[in-house]
Protein backbone atom coordinates (compact mmCIF):
# COMPACT_ATOMS: atom_id res chain seq x y z
CA UNK A 1 0.00 0.00 0.00
CA UNK A 2 2.74 2.39 1.16
CA UNK A 3 4.93 1.50 -1.57
CA UNK A 4 2.00 1.75 -3.89
CA UNK A 5 1.02 5.35 -3.17
CA UNK A 6 4.82 6.07 -3.29
CA UNK A 7 5.18 5.11 -6.86
CA UNK A 8 2.26 6.87 -7.51
CA UNK A 9 3.71 10.39 -6.34
CA UNK A 10 6.43 10.12 -8.70
CA UNK A 11 4.54 9.54 -11.98
CA UNK A 12 3.54 13.38 -12.56
CA UNK A 13 7.38 13.73 -12.54
CA UNK A 14 6.96 11.02 -15.09
CA UNK A 15 4.15 12.39 -17.47
CA UNK A 16 5.62 15.86 -17.19
CA UNK A 17 9.09 14.55 -18.69
CA UNK A 18 7.29 12.63 -20.93
CA UNK A 19 4.95 15.42 -22.48
CA UNK A 20 7.78 17.93 -22.29
CA UNK A 21 10.13 15.61 -24.15
CA UNK A 22 7.49 14.40 -26.91
CA UNK A 23 6.17 17.42 -27.61
CA UNK A 24 8.98 20.02 -26.92
CA UNK A 25 11.60 18.04 -28.92
CA UNK A 26 10.15 17.88 -32.30
CA UNK A 27 9.86 21.67 -32.09
CA UNK A 28 13.47 22.43 -31.56
CA UNK A 29 15.99 23.00 -34.64
CA UNK A 30 18.41 25.95 -35.24
CA UNK A 31 16.16 27.95 -36.50
CA UNK A 32 13.82 27.52 -33.39
CA UNK A 33 16.81 28.31 -31.38
CA UNK A 34 18.23 30.93 -33.34
CA UNK A 35 15.50 33.53 -34.17
CA UNK A 36 12.99 36.05 -33.43
CA UNK A 37 9.67 35.28 -32.47
CA UNK A 38 7.15 36.23 -35.73
CA UNK A 39 4.23 38.03 -35.34
CA UNK A 40 0.97 36.80 -34.55
CA UNK A 41 -0.46 34.85 -38.23
CA UNK A 42 2.86 34.14 -39.32
CA UNK A 43 3.91 30.67 -38.84
CA UNK A 44 7.96 29.61 -37.35
CA UNK A 45 10.30 32.04 -35.50
CA UNK A 46 12.40 31.14 -32.71
CA UNK A 47 13.00 32.20 -29.28
CA UNK A 48 16.55 33.24 -29.38
CA UNK A 49 15.40 36.57 -27.28
CA UNK A 50 14.38 34.86 -24.75
CA UNK A 51 17.67 32.54 -24.39
CA UNK A 52 19.65 35.64 -24.55
CA UNK A 53 17.52 37.03 -22.21
CA UNK A 54 16.92 34.43 -19.32
CA UNK A 55 21.31 34.83 -19.45
CA UNK A 56 21.10 38.18 -18.84
CA UNK A 57 18.66 38.50 -15.86
CA UNK A 58 20.75 35.39 -14.09
CA UNK A 59 24.24 37.31 -14.97
CA UNK A 60 22.41 40.45 -13.43
CA UNK A 61 21.28 38.70 -10.18
CA UNK A 62 24.38 36.71 -9.77
CA UNK A 63 26.31 40.13 -10.24
CA UNK A 64 24.36 40.94 -7.21
CA UNK A 65 23.41 38.30 -4.79
CA UNK A 66 27.08 36.67 -4.94
CA UNK A 67 28.97 38.85 -3.24
CA UNK A 68 26.12 40.07 -0.76
CA UNK A 69 25.35 36.54 -0.39
CA UNK A 70 28.97 35.28 0.38
CA UNK A 71 29.31 38.46 2.85
CA UNK A 72 26.39 37.79 4.52
CA UNK A 73 27.42 34.20 4.93
CA UNK A 74 30.99 34.55 6.76
CA UNK A 75 29.08 37.05 8.88
CA UNK A 76 27.39 34.10 10.38
CA UNK A 77 29.14 31.28 10.21
CA UNK A 78 31.63 33.60 12.41
CA UNK A 79 29.02 35.04 14.41
CA UNK A 80 27.58 31.66 15.78
CA UNK A 81 25.84 33.49 18.44
CA UNK A 82 24.41 37.08 19.08
CA UNK A 83 21.60 39.16 18.54
CA UNK A 84 22.24 40.62 15.21
CA UNK A 85 23.12 36.70 13.77
CA UNK A 86 19.82 35.55 15.35
CA UNK A 87 18.30 38.27 13.49
CA UNK A 88 19.93 38.17 10.33
CA UNK A 89 19.35 34.04 10.32
CA UNK A 90 15.68 35.16 10.94
CA UNK A 91 15.61 37.27 7.85
CA UNK A 92 17.38 34.87 5.96
CA UNK A 93 14.37 32.32 6.63
CA UNK A 94 11.58 35.27 6.17
CA UNK A 95 12.97 35.85 2.52
CA UNK A 96 13.11 32.43 1.82
CA UNK A 97 9.69 31.77 2.36
CA UNK A 98 8.34 35.15 0.95
CA UNK A 99 6.27 34.30 -2.13
CA UNK A 100 8.12 34.81 -5.53
CA UNK A 101 5.05 37.70 -6.37
CA UNK A 102 5.51 39.25 -3.81
CA UNK A 103 9.59 39.97 -4.94
CA UNK A 104 7.96 41.26 -8.11
CA UNK A 105 5.95 43.59 -6.34
CA UNK A 106 9.04 44.90 -4.32
CA UNK A 107 11.51 45.59 -7.42
CA UNK A 108 8.00 46.66 -9.30
CA UNK A 109 8.33 48.99 -5.95
CA UNK A 110 12.03 50.14 -5.93
CA UNK A 111 12.99 50.46 -9.48
CA UNK A 112 10.62 49.97 -11.81
CA UNK A 113 8.49 53.14 -10.51
CA UNK A 114 11.59 55.20 -9.76
CA UNK A 115 13.02 54.20 -13.23
CA UNK A 116 9.84 54.74 -15.17
CA UNK A 117 9.64 52.14 -17.17
CA UNK A 118 9.89 48.10 -17.14
CA UNK A 119 13.34 47.13 -17.26
CA UNK A 120 16.01 43.88 -17.29
CA UNK A 121 17.72 45.28 -14.04
CA UNK A 122 14.75 45.50 -12.14
CA UNK A 123 13.98 41.62 -13.67
CA UNK A 124 17.54 40.28 -12.27
CA UNK A 125 17.14 42.36 -9.08
CA UNK A 126 13.91 40.14 -8.00
CA UNK A 127 15.24 37.10 -9.03
CA UNK A 128 18.94 38.12 -7.06
CA UNK A 129 16.83 38.90 -4.11
CA UNK A 130 15.50 35.25 -4.37
CA UNK A 131 19.13 33.78 -5.30
CA UNK A 132 20.08 35.50 -1.67
CA UNK A 133 18.06 32.86 1.17
CA UNK A 134 19.91 29.93 -1.12
CA UNK A 135 23.52 31.35 -1.61
CA UNK A 136 23.59 32.63 2.34
CA UNK A 137 22.89 29.27 4.30
CA UNK A 138 25.05 27.21 2.09
CA UNK A 139 27.82 29.78 2.47
CA UNK A 140 27.53 29.47 6.18
CA UNK A 141 26.98 25.84 6.24
CA UNK A 142 30.10 24.99 4.32
CA UNK A 143 32.06 27.49 6.74
CA UNK A 144 30.73 26.13 9.75
CA UNK A 145 32.21 22.36 8.52
CA UNK A 146 36.01 24.17 7.88
CA UNK A 147 37.78 22.87 11.23
CA UNK A 148 38.85 25.80 14.05
CA UNK A 149 42.09 24.49 13.66
CA UNK A 150 42.76 25.39 10.26
CA UNK A 151 42.02 28.97 10.98
CA UNK A 152 43.85 28.72 14.28
CA UNK A 153 46.95 27.77 12.47
CA UNK A 154 46.47 30.39 9.67
CA UNK A 155 46.36 33.60 12.47
CA UNK A 156 49.50 31.63 14.15
CA UNK A 157 51.82 31.79 11.40
CA UNK A 158 50.98 35.58 11.59
CA UNK A 159 48.52 35.57 9.24
CA UNK A 160 46.05 38.44 9.65
CA UNK A 161 42.40 37.67 9.95
CA UNK A 162 40.89 39.13 6.61
CA UNK A 163 43.26 37.18 4.74
CA UNK A 164 42.48 33.90 6.51
CA UNK A 165 39.28 34.15 5.68
CA UNK A 166 39.58 35.26 2.29
CA UNK A 167 42.81 33.15 1.53
CA UNK A 168 42.31 30.34 3.59
CA UNK A 169 38.50 29.04 4.74
CA UNK A 170 36.88 30.60 1.73
CA UNK A 171 39.04 28.58 -0.92
CA UNK A 172 38.84 25.65 1.65
CA UNK A 173 34.83 25.79 1.46
CA UNK A 174 35.07 26.95 -2.20
CA UNK A 175 32.84 23.71 -3.34
CA UNK A 176 30.29 24.40 -1.09
CA UNK A 177 29.55 27.93 -2.01
CA UNK A 178 29.64 27.08 -6.05
CA UNK A 179 27.18 24.28 -5.35
CA UNK A 180 25.35 26.87 -3.29
CA UNK A 181 25.35 29.35 -6.13
CA UNK A 182 24.73 26.85 -9.02
CA UNK A 183 21.57 25.84 -6.97
CA UNK A 184 20.54 29.50 -6.62
CA UNK A 185 20.99 29.82 -9.98
CA UNK A 186 18.40 26.87 -10.84
CA UNK A 187 15.64 27.65 -8.56
CA UNK A 188 15.67 31.64 -10.37
CA UNK A 189 15.90 30.15 -14.13
CA UNK A 190 12.30 29.09 -14.17
CA UNK A 191 11.10 31.82 -12.46
CA UNK A 192 8.20 33.84 -13.91
CA UNK A 193 5.97 35.56 -11.60
CA UNK A 194 9.20 38.08 -9.88
CA UNK A 195 9.84 39.20 -13.75
CA UNK A 196 5.95 39.65 -14.79
CA UNK A 197 6.06 42.94 -13.77
CA UNK A 198 9.75 43.84 -13.60
CA UNK A 199 11.31 41.91 -16.89
CA UNK A 200 7.90 42.24 -18.12
CA UNK A 201 9.05 40.31 -21.75
CA UNK A 202 9.83 41.51 -25.10
CA UNK A 203 8.80 40.59 -28.63
CA UNK A 204 12.59 41.79 -29.51
CA UNK A 205 16.31 40.98 -29.05
CA UNK A 206 17.34 43.31 -25.88
CA UNK A 207 20.63 43.86 -24.81
CA UNK A 208 19.95 47.22 -22.81
CA UNK A 209 19.44 46.91 -19.08
CA UNK A 210 17.31 49.30 -19.05
CA UNK A 211 14.49 48.28 -21.27
CA UNK A 212 12.02 45.63 -21.05
CA UNK A 213 13.56 42.05 -21.48
CA UNK A 214 11.88 38.40 -22.66
CA UNK A 215 12.71 35.34 -20.61
CA UNK A 216 11.69 31.33 -21.44
CA UNK A 217 9.79 31.08 -18.65
CA UNK A 218 7.74 34.28 -18.88
CA UNK A 219 7.32 33.44 -22.78
CA UNK A 220 6.14 30.46 -21.83
CA UNK A 221 3.45 31.88 -19.47
CA UNK A 222 2.45 34.26 -22.56
CA UNK A 223 2.28 31.73 -25.14
CA UNK A 224 0.38 29.36 -23.37
CA UNK A 225 -2.45 31.77 -22.08
CA UNK A 226 -2.76 32.96 -26.00
CA UNK A 227 -5.38 31.36 -28.54
CA UNK A 228 -3.10 30.12 -31.29
CA UNK A 229 -2.11 26.76 -31.76
CA UNK A 230 1.33 27.70 -32.85
CA UNK A 231 2.46 29.59 -30.26
CA UNK A 232 1.39 26.46 -28.01
CA UNK A 233 3.89 24.55 -30.04
CA UNK A 234 6.26 27.08 -29.44
CA UNK A 235 5.68 27.20 -26.12
CA UNK A 236 6.00 23.53 -25.91
CA UNK A 237 9.33 23.66 -27.16
CA UNK A 238 10.87 26.69 -25.10
CA UNK A 239 9.69 24.45 -21.79
CA UNK A 240 11.50 21.55 -23.11
CA UNK A 241 14.93 23.75 -23.40
CA UNK A 242 13.59 25.38 -19.46
CA UNK A 243 13.44 22.22 -18.30
CA UNK A 244 16.84 20.52 -19.62
CA UNK A 245 18.62 23.78 -18.34
CA UNK A 246 17.12 23.74 -14.73
CA UNK A 247 16.97 19.89 -14.10
CA UNK A 248 20.43 19.68 -15.81
CA UNK A 249 22.20 22.74 -13.60
CA UNK A 250 20.51 21.01 -10.63
CA UNK A 251 21.97 17.17 -11.59
CA UNK A 252 25.15 19.02 -12.63
CA UNK A 253 25.43 20.22 -8.69
CA UNK A 254 24.87 17.20 -7.31
CA UNK A 255 27.28 15.03 -9.18
CA UNK A 256 29.69 17.30 -9.07
CA UNK A 257 29.67 18.50 -5.59
CA UNK A 258 29.19 15.00 -4.77
CA UNK A 259 33.03 14.39 -5.96
CA UNK A 260 33.97 17.87 -4.54
CA UNK A 261 32.47 16.99 -0.96
CA UNK A 262 35.26 18.46 1.73
CA UNK A 263 36.30 16.01 3.28
CA UNK A 264 38.88 16.87 6.94
CA UNK B 1 40.17 18.37 -0.62
CA UNK B 2 42.45 17.38 2.49
CA UNK B 3 44.82 17.88 4.91
CA UNK B 4 47.35 18.70 2.10
CA UNK B 5 45.38 21.01 0.14
CA UNK B 6 44.39 22.87 3.46
CA UNK B 7 48.22 23.17 4.05
CA UNK B 8 48.98 24.97 0.88
CA UNK B 9 46.41 27.19 1.47
CA UNK B 10 47.96 28.54 4.87
CA UNK B 11 51.15 28.48 3.95
CA UNK B 12 50.44 30.43 0.03
CA UNK B 13 48.50 33.13 2.78
CA UNK B 14 51.48 33.14 4.75
CA UNK B 15 53.64 33.87 2.04
CA UNK B 16 51.46 36.75 1.51
CA UNK B 17 51.91 38.19 4.26
CA UNK B 18 55.57 37.97 4.60
CA UNK B 19 55.81 39.84 1.09
CA UNK B 20 53.70 42.59 2.06
CA UNK B 21 54.37 43.37 5.83
CA UNK B 22 51.24 45.52 5.77
CA UNK B 23 48.05 43.85 5.72
CA UNK B 24 45.64 45.04 2.73
CA UNK B 25 42.85 45.30 4.80
CA UNK B 26 42.77 45.71 8.77
CA UNK B 27 41.00 43.79 10.75
CA UNK B 28 38.46 45.74 12.35
CA UNK B 29 37.37 47.15 9.11
CA UNK B 30 37.19 43.59 7.39
CA UNK B 31 34.98 42.77 10.34
CA UNK B 32 33.25 46.21 9.88
CA UNK B 33 32.78 44.97 6.13
CA UNK B 34 31.20 41.54 7.34
CA UNK B 35 29.17 43.25 9.63
CA UNK B 36 27.61 45.78 7.38
CA UNK B 37 27.24 42.72 4.65
CA UNK B 38 24.13 41.16 8.10
CA UNK B 39 22.86 44.72 9.19
CA UNK B 40 22.20 45.08 4.71
CA UNK B 41 19.87 41.94 5.00
CA UNK B 42 18.10 43.08 8.04
CA UNK B 43 17.88 46.35 6.22
CA UNK B 44 16.85 44.75 2.99
CA UNK B 45 14.00 42.99 5.07
CA UNK B 46 12.36 45.90 6.36
CA UNK B 47 13.04 47.85 3.40
CA UNK B 48 10.63 45.26 2.00
CA UNK B 49 7.68 45.14 4.41
CA UNK B 50 7.86 49.01 4.46
CA UNK B 51 8.19 49.55 0.75
CA UNK B 52 4.47 47.13 0.83
CA UNK B 53 3.47 48.81 3.46
CA UNK B 54 3.46 52.73 2.10
CA UNK B 55 2.77 51.43 -1.14
CA UNK B 56 -0.19 50.07 -0.07
CA UNK B 57 -1.17 52.76 2.17
CA UNK B 58 -4.24 54.60 -0.01
CA UNK B 59 -5.95 51.19 -0.05
CA UNK B 60 -5.13 50.50 3.94
CA UNK B 61 -6.35 54.04 4.82
CA UNK B 62 -9.30 53.56 2.62
CA UNK B 63 -11.14 50.65 3.31
CA UNK B 64 -9.27 49.50 6.66
CA UNK B 65 -9.88 46.08 7.69
CA UNK B 66 -12.92 46.08 5.89
CA UNK B 67 -10.86 45.37 2.94
CA UNK B 68 -10.65 41.59 3.76
CA UNK B 69 -13.85 41.15 4.53
CA UNK B 70 -15.68 42.69 1.42
CA UNK B 71 -16.15 40.70 -1.64
CA UNK B 72 -17.01 43.10 -4.32
CA UNK B 73 -13.76 43.62 -6.56
CA UNK B 74 -14.35 46.08 -9.12
CA UNK B 75 -12.00 48.13 -10.31
CA UNK B 76 -14.13 50.52 -12.62
CA UNK B 77 -16.31 52.02 -9.38
CA UNK B 78 -12.85 51.51 -7.48
CA UNK B 79 -14.11 48.81 -5.01
CA UNK B 80 -11.49 46.62 -3.32
CA UNK B 81 -12.37 43.86 -1.17
CA UNK B 82 -9.98 40.84 -0.89
CA UNK B 83 -12.47 38.28 0.20
CA UNK B 84 -12.86 36.21 -2.63
CA UNK B 85 -9.00 35.69 -3.18
CA UNK B 86 -8.94 34.89 0.78
CA UNK B 87 -11.61 32.18 0.10
CA UNK B 88 -9.79 31.21 -3.34
CA UNK B 89 -6.26 31.25 -1.77
CA UNK B 90 -7.54 28.88 1.45
CA UNK B 91 -9.56 26.73 -0.50
CA UNK B 92 -7.08 25.65 -3.26
CA UNK B 93 -3.88 25.28 -0.42
CA UNK B 94 -6.15 23.70 1.89
CA UNK B 95 -7.45 20.75 -0.68
CA UNK B 96 -3.95 20.76 -2.44
CA UNK B 97 -2.98 19.89 1.52
CA UNK B 98 -5.46 16.97 1.88
CA UNK B 99 -4.48 15.47 -1.65
CA UNK B 100 -0.42 15.60 -1.19
CA UNK B 101 -0.57 14.35 2.61
CA UNK B 102 -2.11 11.14 1.18
CA UNK B 103 0.80 10.89 -0.97
CA UNK B 104 3.71 12.78 0.86
CA UNK B 105 3.12 10.56 4.13
CA UNK B 106 3.60 7.14 2.70
CA UNK B 107 6.80 8.73 0.80
CA UNK B 108 8.06 9.64 4.36
CA UNK B 109 7.19 6.52 5.87
CA UNK B 110 9.05 4.39 3.11
CA UNK B 111 11.78 6.16 2.71
CA UNK B 112 12.50 6.86 6.12
CA UNK B 113 11.75 3.81 8.07
CA UNK B 114 10.86 0.71 4.91
CA UNK B 115 13.81 1.23 2.80
CA UNK B 116 16.60 4.18 4.21
CA UNK B 117 18.69 2.91 1.62
CA UNK B 118 19.40 1.23 -1.63
CA UNK B 119 18.08 1.71 -5.69
CA UNK B 120 14.78 2.16 -5.05
CA UNK B 121 14.98 5.11 -2.32
CA UNK B 122 17.83 6.58 -3.81
CA UNK B 123 15.63 6.60 -6.89
CA UNK B 124 12.34 7.74 -5.58
CA UNK B 125 14.70 10.42 -3.46
CA UNK B 126 16.20 12.01 -6.80
CA UNK B 127 12.67 11.53 -8.55
CA UNK B 128 11.10 13.65 -5.52
CA UNK B 129 14.08 16.38 -5.62
CA UNK B 130 13.68 16.87 -9.06
CA UNK B 131 10.18 17.36 -8.82
CA UNK B 132 11.21 20.38 -6.83
CA UNK B 133 13.38 21.37 -8.99
CA UNK B 134 10.94 22.07 -11.79
CA UNK B 135 10.00 25.40 -12.85
CA UNK B 136 6.02 26.26 -11.72
CA UNK B 137 5.29 27.63 -15.40
CA UNK B 138 5.78 24.59 -16.90
CA UNK B 139 3.56 22.45 -13.81
CA UNK B 140 0.80 25.29 -14.62
CA UNK B 141 1.51 24.99 -18.66
CA UNK B 142 1.29 21.16 -18.14
CA UNK B 143 -1.91 21.31 -15.59
CA UNK B 144 -3.28 23.52 -18.58
CA UNK B 145 -3.05 21.07 -21.35
CA UNK B 146 -2.92 17.90 -19.77
CA UNK B 147 -5.11 17.96 -16.63
CA UNK B 148 -7.62 20.51 -17.52
CA UNK B 149 -9.07 18.18 -20.66
CA UNK B 150 -9.09 15.39 -17.73
CA UNK B 151 -11.09 17.25 -15.13
CA UNK B 152 -13.23 18.63 -18.11
CA UNK B 153 -14.20 14.84 -19.31
CA UNK B 154 -14.54 14.64 -14.91
CA UNK B 155 -17.09 17.60 -14.41
CA UNK B 156 -18.90 16.41 -17.68
CA UNK B 157 -19.90 13.10 -15.97
CA UNK B 158 -20.60 14.74 -12.53
CA UNK B 159 -22.92 16.97 -14.55
CA UNK B 160 -21.60 20.50 -13.11
CA UNK B 161 -20.47 23.26 -15.70
CA UNK B 162 -17.50 22.34 -17.54
CA UNK B 163 -14.70 24.80 -17.42
CA UNK B 164 -11.80 22.22 -16.81
CA UNK B 165 -10.28 24.82 -14.78
CA UNK B 166 -10.91 25.86 -11.57
CA UNK B 167 -10.11 25.22 -7.98
CA UNK B 168 -10.17 21.49 -8.05
CA UNK B 169 -7.51 21.47 -10.91
CA UNK B 170 -5.79 24.48 -9.82
CA UNK B 171 -5.53 22.08 -6.30
CA UNK B 172 -4.40 19.16 -8.35
CA UNK B 173 -1.58 20.54 -9.34
CA UNK B 174 -0.47 22.63 -6.29
CA UNK B 175 -0.34 19.19 -4.16
CA UNK B 176 2.24 17.48 -6.98
CA UNK B 177 4.12 20.86 -6.29
CA UNK B 178 4.19 21.15 -2.33
CA UNK B 179 4.93 16.79 -1.97
CA UNK B 180 8.92 17.35 -1.86
CA UNK B 181 8.77 19.93 0.93
CA UNK B 182 6.08 17.91 3.52
CA UNK B 183 7.67 14.17 2.04
CA UNK B 184 11.46 15.51 2.48
CA UNK B 185 11.15 17.05 5.81
CA UNK B 186 8.85 13.77 7.68
CA UNK B 187 11.37 11.58 5.50
CA UNK B 188 13.99 13.50 8.09
CA UNK B 189 11.80 13.21 11.27
CA UNK B 190 10.77 9.23 10.63
CA UNK B 191 14.45 8.43 9.85
CA UNK B 192 15.18 10.09 13.53
CA UNK B 193 12.50 7.98 15.71
CA UNK B 194 14.78 6.04 18.15
CA UNK B 195 15.34 2.27 17.02
CA UNK B 196 14.94 1.09 20.83
CA UNK B 197 11.38 2.62 20.67
CA UNK B 198 10.51 0.51 17.87
CA UNK B 199 12.41 -2.84 18.78
CA UNK B 200 10.65 -2.33 22.05
CA UNK B 201 7.37 -2.46 20.34
CA UNK B 202 8.31 -5.28 17.91
CA UNK B 203 9.33 -7.31 20.75
CA UNK B 204 6.21 -7.25 22.55
CA UNK B 205 5.01 -8.52 19.22
CA UNK B 206 3.18 -5.07 17.81
CA UNK B 207 3.64 -5.64 13.79
CA UNK B 208 4.97 -3.36 11.25
CA UNK B 209 1.47 -1.41 10.73
CA UNK B 210 0.90 -0.99 14.60
CA UNK B 211 4.56 -0.20 14.93
CA UNK B 212 3.98 3.06 12.05
CA UNK B 213 0.81 4.03 13.41
CA UNK B 214 1.78 3.27 17.08
CA UNK B 215 5.55 4.68 17.28
CA UNK B 216 6.36 6.38 14.86
CA UNK B 217 3.91 8.98 13.92
CA UNK B 218 3.11 9.54 17.55
CA UNK B 219 6.42 10.29 17.98
CA UNK B 220 7.12 12.36 14.19
CA UNK B 221 4.04 13.92 14.91
CA UNK B 222 5.15 18.00 15.94
CA UNK B 223 7.66 17.24 12.42
CA UNK B 224 5.49 15.79 10.31
CA UNK B 225 3.17 18.80 10.91
CA UNK B 226 5.49 20.98 10.55
CA UNK B 227 6.54 19.99 7.52
CA UNK B 228 3.02 20.07 6.92
CA UNK B 229 2.88 23.70 7.17
CA UNK B 230 5.89 24.85 5.24
CA UNK B 231 4.40 23.22 2.31
CA UNK B 232 1.33 25.13 3.25
CA UNK B 233 3.45 28.37 3.07
CA UNK B 234 4.48 27.31 -0.34
CA UNK B 235 1.21 26.46 -1.54
CA UNK B 236 -0.26 29.76 -0.69
CA UNK B 237 2.16 31.50 -2.31
CA UNK B 238 2.37 29.62 -5.38
CA UNK B 239 1.50 31.99 -8.16
CA UNK B 240 2.54 30.68 -11.88
CA UNK B 241 1.06 27.69 -11.63
CA UNK B 242 -2.27 28.45 -9.82
CA UNK B 243 -2.65 31.59 -11.97
CA UNK B 244 -2.88 29.29 -15.40
CA UNK B 245 -5.17 26.60 -14.11
CA UNK B 246 -7.72 28.84 -11.57
CA UNK B 247 -9.46 30.44 -14.74
CA UNK B 248 -9.32 33.64 -13.06
CA UNK B 249 -12.61 34.53 -11.89
CA UNK B 250 -13.15 37.34 -9.33
CA UNK B 251 -16.05 36.02 -7.10
CA UNK B 252 -16.45 33.95 -4.52
CA UNK B 253 -16.23 30.54 -5.94
CA UNK B 254 -19.75 28.04 -5.13
CA UNK B 255 -18.06 24.70 -5.72
CA UNK B 256 -14.87 22.91 -6.16
CA UNK B 257 -14.78 23.28 -9.49
CA UNK B 258 -16.03 26.89 -10.34
CA UNK B 259 -13.22 29.16 -11.29
CA UNK B 260 -11.64 31.32 -8.98
CA UNK B 261 -8.69 33.76 -7.83
CA UNK B 262 -5.90 33.41 -5.32
CA UNK B 263 -4.14 36.29 -3.70
CA UNK B 264 -1.48 35.66 -5.82
CA UNK B 265 -3.37 35.06 -8.78
CA UNK B 266 -4.96 38.29 -9.03
CA UNK B 267 -1.87 40.05 -9.13
CA UNK B 268 -0.44 38.41 -11.44
CA UNK B 269 -3.35 39.15 -13.68
CA UNK B 270 -4.05 42.50 -13.07
CA UNK B 271 -1.04 44.22 -11.55
CA UNK B 272 0.23 45.43 -14.80
CA UNK B 273 -3.42 46.29 -16.26
CA UNK B 274 -3.67 48.29 -13.21
CA UNK B 275 -4.79 51.92 -13.87
CA UNK B 276 -5.60 54.86 -11.32
CA UNK B 277 -3.05 54.62 -7.66
CA UNK B 278 -5.98 52.98 -5.18
CA UNK B 279 -6.54 49.87 -7.96
CA UNK B 280 -2.38 49.50 -7.51
CA UNK B 281 -2.75 49.85 -3.74
CA UNK B 282 -5.10 47.68 -3.49
CA UNK B 283 -3.27 44.63 -4.95
CA UNK B 284 -0.25 45.50 -3.33
CA UNK B 285 -1.93 45.19 -0.19
CA UNK B 286 -3.24 42.31 -1.22
CA UNK B 287 0.65 41.19 -1.85
CA UNK B 288 1.56 42.22 2.04
CA UNK B 289 -1.26 40.23 3.55
CA UNK B 290 -0.22 37.27 1.64
CA UNK B 291 3.47 38.29 3.10
CA UNK B 292 2.31 38.41 6.75
CA UNK B 293 0.35 35.27 6.59
CA UNK B 294 3.48 33.11 4.74
CA UNK B 295 5.89 34.75 6.79
CA UNK B 296 4.27 33.25 9.52
CA UNK B 297 3.25 29.98 8.38
CA UNK B 298 6.76 29.35 7.45
CA UNK B 299 8.50 30.90 10.56
CA UNK B 300 6.11 28.14 12.82
CA UNK B 301 6.84 25.49 11.01
CA UNK B 302 10.72 26.40 11.32
CA UNK B 303 11.08 26.95 14.75
CA UNK B 304 8.94 23.90 15.07
CA UNK B 305 11.73 22.07 13.17
CA UNK B 306 14.36 23.93 14.96
CA UNK B 307 12.69 22.39 18.47
CA UNK B 308 13.38 18.76 17.06
CA UNK B 309 16.53 19.59 16.11
CA UNK B 310 15.86 18.36 12.89
CA UNK B 311 18.08 20.49 9.62
CA UNK B 312 15.30 21.54 7.59
Known sequence: MIALLTFCSILPMFFILFFITSKGISVINWRFLTHLPKPVGEIGGGISNAIIGTFMLIGIATAFSVPVGILAGIFLSEHRKGTLAFLVRLCVETLQGTPSIVIGIIAYIWLVVSVGSFSAFSGGLALGLMMLPVIIPATEETLKLIPESLKEASLALGVSYPRTILRVILPAGASGIVAGVLLSIARVAGETAPLLFTAFGSPFMNLNVLKPINSLPLMIFNYAKSPYPDWHTLAWGASFILIVLVLGLNLFTKVVTRRWKVQF | ?312
Not at chain 2, 11 to 31: G, I, N, Q, V
Open chain 2, 1 to 312: MNHSRAEVLVLEAKTETMRWRKPALSESSFRKILSIAGVFILLLLLAIFFSLVIASFPAIRNFGIRFLFTSTWDPVRSEFGAFPFVVGTLATSFLALVISVVFSLPISIFLGEYSAQGTAATFIKSMIELLAGVPSVIYGFCGLFLLAPVVRTLEVSLGVAPYGVGIFTASLVLSIMIIPYSASIGREVISLVPSDLKEAALSLGATRFEVIRKVILPYARSGIVAGILLSLGRALGETMAVTMVIGNSNFIPKSIFSPANTLASIIANEFTEATGSLYLAGLIELGLVLFIVTTVINLMGKWIIRRMGVEG
